[in-house]
């Protein structure tokens, strides 16, 4: 990985940082689920960098993809298990970072506890060489000491440029894997712990896309979406939401032929199999001959830290 990559990773890591920090504390009982996602995405945007994918506001059961539509309506309430996951990029350099908390109530403290401490363990690990099944089994042994469930179909990623999902996925559940992280990679790291089963299910639609391909438009608004779409996100996801508040206009039927033509993808709003309550956390990290992560800024949550930035850059280093 070249230096101005190793910068453009860091410089997203911050702006992701920032972004959730300001969601997370605007997550407060009867706060507006639009407001939260539009305050992170209006942080991403005016700090100069690109939004990776829509600001994800999932509640309890919601595991991931929920977020706001236009005219969103609804309110958090007293209870309510929050995930807030933010992602940005610089020139297609993502940083993906998530958080949980819990509005008003204490009652899930545990389980918001197990996530975070499950990704604290397993970037402790990470380095050159180390292998998936390592750090899943690692995530899986902290969840389970809580006494909750790792989800086993959502997982960890690896990052490259404009792709979210480059191909590699990290379990949460200790696996035979044996593929090792290499020097170079960046990879989202994502522990999702649960009061249920442990596995999610597709539910209905979210107001999330991609575009998949250019061809395949029928109309003309049909056409300039999928010009909006690739000059603002190219292969990376967006909301529909945001195409929205560029054309000033419901685009429902739009989005629908689009999607039914295979033209966008659509993401299916994820919820947990017996209805469990669902936390996350998410950290970006780089794997150098230390593991930096790009989205932890100043915080220290490890006893072995030393700042990037004091070899030129502005990250953190573990190990």
Do not use: W
Not at 62 to 80: F, I, M, P, V, Y
Not at 167 to 193: C, D, H, M, R, W
Not at 230 to 250: C, G, I, M, T, V
Not at 256 to 273: D, M, T
Request: charged share 30%; with cysteine; net charge positive.
């Amino acid at each position: 990985m070249e230096k101005e990559e190793i910068q453009k990773y860091i410089e997203a890591g911050k702006i992701a940082k920032k972004a959730l920090d300001e969601g997370i504390k605007m997550i407060e009982e009867d706060a507006f689920i639009l407001d939260i996602v539009e305050k992170a995405e209006e942080i991403i945007k005016n700090a100069g960098a690109g939004i990776a994918f829509p600001a994800n506001l999932s509640i309890n059961e919601t595991a991931a993809h929920d977020t706001a539509s236009r005219n969103d309506e609804r309110k958090l309430k007293q209870g309510d298990i929050v995930k807030l996951d933010v992602g940005a990029h610089i020139d297609g350099y993502i940083a993906d970072t998530a958080k949980t908390k819990e509005v008003s109530t204490d009652k899930y403290i545990l389980l918001i506890k197990a996530s975070e401490e499950a990704l604290s363990d397993a970037i402790k690990i990470i380095k050159p060489g180390v292998t998936i099944g390592e750090i899943g089994k690692i995530i899986e042994a902290r969840i389970k000491k809580y006494g909750f469930q790792p989800i086993t179909n959502l997982s960890g990623h690896l990052l490259e440029q404009y792709e979210l999902h480059a191909g590699i996925t990290i379990p949460n559940y200790s696996n035979t894997s044996n593929q090792k992280l290499e020097e170079g990679y960046a990879v989202a790291i994502e522990p999702f712990a649960c009061t249920g089963a442990g596995k999610v299910v597709e539910g209905k639609s979210s107001l999330i896309y991609r575009l998949i391909k250019t061809t395949g438009a029928r109309m003309a608004n049909e056409r300039e979406l999928i010009k909006f779409a690739e000059k603002e996100f190219k292969s990376l996801p967006f909301s529909k939401r945001a195409a929205e508040k560029h054309f000033k206009k419901d685009m429902t039927l739009i989005f629908n032929n689009l999607a039914k033509n295979g033209v966008l993808q659509n993401y299916p709003i994820l919820r947990e199999s017996a209805r469990g309550f669902v936390s996350q956390a998410e950290h970006t990290v780089l794997v150098l001959d230390k593991a930096v992560v790009t989205t932890a800024g100043k915080q220290k949550p490890f006893k072995k830290e030393l700042l990037f930035k004091k070899q030129g850059f502005g990250g953190v280093i573990y190990g």
